[in-house]
């Protein structure tokens, strides 16, 4: 009696966990064939099929361009994020840094301070200092956003990283540059090609900050997609959040067989 | 005796000080450019222009229009934290017991939203529930209604799309709690005469409150200062703090207010990080793609 | 053999001081815990010295001052004759193995080996051939273009061997090499790295915690307790004359047995020793000792003598006897401390009978005198 109590729990408990899968994804999903309709209201199911949307989308500068922007930007954040969060990091595990607990603090920042007070402060500051629109601007903004997911990413890479084959590096007579490039960074790759994909999403995602500090002439991919969102919803966007959702599955998966790829070689 | 030395050469396991700052420079000056100084600025000019006194702050809680957007966004955040905590715990669960190709296909289907672009998502909420949206259409079809429902602009359409949008925040907390616990702990509760519930209530539960608290920790203050998706789906009817603060600075250039609403904001925070310091963890977000 | 290969190397190298390392009043502290406190040790060109103490003696702390993973609060290290006290390790040219294998994951065996030739800019032909010589050495070729993860732990370490002997080193060091591996496959390898270090004629730091390992592989045991070193001899003369209680009872077995001192007595001069419970008997004192000075008698089981009961020494009355095989060991209740005594198989002085009353002797030799600290 009860057994069978118990498993019909944990069925009903199961059929809830689906549903929510299901609620999950369903939304982003929908929007797939929704792209290819031919109405100019998105209709489901779509009442045909067409590449329509998507040739608007190539077609229109302002569309172009800002995607431009936001890919220079997004690898632009990637690479200084994860040169910067790896320096970091090895001085927050291999080294004495003075007042570690400090740079602790510093590393959640900007994760626990609410976007929208990053992105408003940032606005004055870089109004001021003539930052807003530019690419060294954005830059410095997402990265900031990056580094603490890139620096959790690494720290936990190089907490499981075992230290004594840095001291055999040594002894074999490598000076720690030497043994840091020969030893430490192809163990810990994978960790940092992870880094480097948070990094790049992060900055090409970011709707909040790339709101206030865009100008009119540069214009970061999100910020366009928050402008047209909120005048028109024309169907170029339901192509636009199609070919954004294919990016996302294409870096999370790239990114997982390069892990897998590298922690076998 | 030559000199210690000052450089990278102290040890295997130790970069020197000096070495160790030198590595952590870059570090620094980004978080002074594009975190300290612009948030100490915005700080100092709501406490100082015009004058240097609270003028700016009190004017936040005198307000009756600005009190109910800070009332709302509270209840709006608590709100979506309990949804998410109700949603993400089946899920969590389910995720923690599978094995093989489920779990690489539950934990992908959470991951993908949460490296999916927020705007994508409240986009796709937006093409769901307007006037002429999905939902309408097929209520319509199926003679449910009449004329088209106004889900959009209303808290609840908020509260699903912020619920929908947060939910991998919380689901990977507890996922990472309950992945802690040993299947023995559950068997020998049940071999100790705790039924599947019992065991749960008396043996799983508890083990993962630290979980629970971390995701609604999480949730909830991702949800207080939230932008995109109330500016988009609650429209200025249904206005909360981050939406108000825009709307300050980009229509009426009022820095100085602005600045105290975020410092009310950012105090608030703060005093919450304070008092759950230890259930903050990122690595849980980061730790298992 | 050893002493011959010993004396042939001193020969060959002009210089005297190749491959020896000194450790000069070396004190290392952590936060409030003194892990070495002023320890001095000599360990000559060729020698196989290992430092041999429990966990926390300082042993490993010792290890690392002198491979360069940790530098001194005060003392100094000298490496052939150079102070090294603050040189990075990649400048020291020592050869380390360390507890775990710390094989790199991601180079071929062979790379492995060859690593510490690629730091030092050997060419590519040079390096190959003498990697695949240092892993011929270590009996393991044809494996060289596999994975570290593809081998065996024993033969994982023994690339680790042959990657610390590469290149030749004058000073091998060894972090509790054999640890991870099980108890046959430690003593064989116990056997090889003697062996080698003996072919080599290379200076080998061994640190270990099993007393067996130490005094089985090494010429000199320093023996360390609480970060102080407690003596350092040959595996015999430690075995033979413990210079401390703590290494009377640290190296092999000792029974101890409190009394007094009934006389004056130099070091290594026989006294009386009044026992707890009144008995006299003879023994040697460790130290110089006063009349009247409370010590601690030590004696090994195996030395201890055992007779019909009333012939003179101490009374003792069997409690239990313990059969394994080539020894039993004998428990005896006296007036003092229960004693244990060792007999060999087929040793017949006494009938090893529970309850048997019987006389314990023992040489004054094999008693050791150490006072009451």
Known sequence: MRRRRTSSGIMTVSAVAYAVTVFLLLPTILIIP???????????????????????????????????????????????????????????????LPGKSLFELLVVGPVIVPNIALAIAMFLVFDRLRLTGTTV???????????????????????????????????????????????????????????????????????????FISDLDHKSLPRKMFEDIDYNISPTLAAVATMLTGLTLLALTAGHFLRRGMSRS | MTKRPTSFTLGGRTYSPAASLLLATPFILVMILAFLLPLFTLLHESLSVPKFNLDNYARVFDQEVYLRVMLRTLRISALVTIAALLLGYPLAWLIARSRGLLLGLLLIAVLLPLWTSVLVRTYAWLVLLQRNGVVNQILTALGLVDAPVQFLYTEGAVVLAMSHVLLPFMVLPLYAALRGIPDDYMRAAQVLGAGGFAAFRHVVLPLTLPGVASGCLMVFLLALGFFVTPALVGGPQQMMLATLVQQQVTELLDWPFSGAIIGVLLAFVLCLVLIFNRLIRLDRFVGQV | MSKYLHERRNSSIAVGSAGQVAVRDLVKRYADVVAVNGVSLDVRGGEFLALLGPSGSGKTTILMNIAGFDFPDSGRIEISGRDVTWMSPDKRDLGMVFQRYTLFPHMSVLDNIAFPLRMRKVGRAEREKRARAALQTVRLD??????????????????????AIVYNPQVLLMDEPLSALDKNLREEMQIEIKHLQRKLGVTVIFVTHDQTEALTMADRVAVLNLGALQQIGAP??????????????????????????????????????????????QACAATPLRKGTQVRLAVRPERVRLGPAAAGGVGGTVEEAIYAGSVTTLMLRTKGPILRARLSAGDETAEPRPGADLSLTWRPQDARAYPTS
Request: proline share 6%.
């Open chain 1, 137 to 211: 601007g954005f830059v410095v903004a997402h990265t900031a956003l990056a580094l603490p997911f890139v620096i959790f990413t690494l720290l936990a890479s190089l907490y499981r990283f075992d230290a004594d084959l840095e001291r055999a590096a040594l002894s074999c007579g490598a000076g720690p540059l030497r043994a840091f490039f020969h030893v430490t960074l192809p163990l810990i790759a994978p960790g940092v090609v992870s880094a480097a994909l948070f990094a790049f999403i992060i900055s090409f995602d970011e709707p909040v900050i790339s709101f």
């Open chain 1, 34 to 96: 929704m792209s290819f309709g031919p109405d100019r209201y998105l209709h489901f199911p779509p009442n045909g099929f067409t590449l329509h949307w998507y040739a608007e989308f190539f077609a229109d500068p302002e569309w172009v361009d800002s995607t431009l922007f936001s890919l220079r930007i997004a690898v632009l954040t990637m690479i200084v994020a994860t040169v910067v969060g790896t320096l970091v990091s090895l001085a927050l595990v291999r080294g004495r």
């Open chain 3, 142 to 163: 044809g494996y060289g273009d596999r994975r570290p993860a593809q081998l065996s732990g024993g033969q994982q370490q023994r690339v680790a061997l042959a990657r």
């Open chain 3, 236 to 281: 015999k003369d430690l075995y033979e004359a413990p210079a401390t209680e703590f290494v009377a009872g640290f190296i092999g077995e000792s029974n101890f047995w409190p009394g007094i001192a009934t006389s004056d007595a130099a070091a290594n001069e026989q006294l009386a020793v009044q026992l707890e419970g009144g008995e006299i008997a």
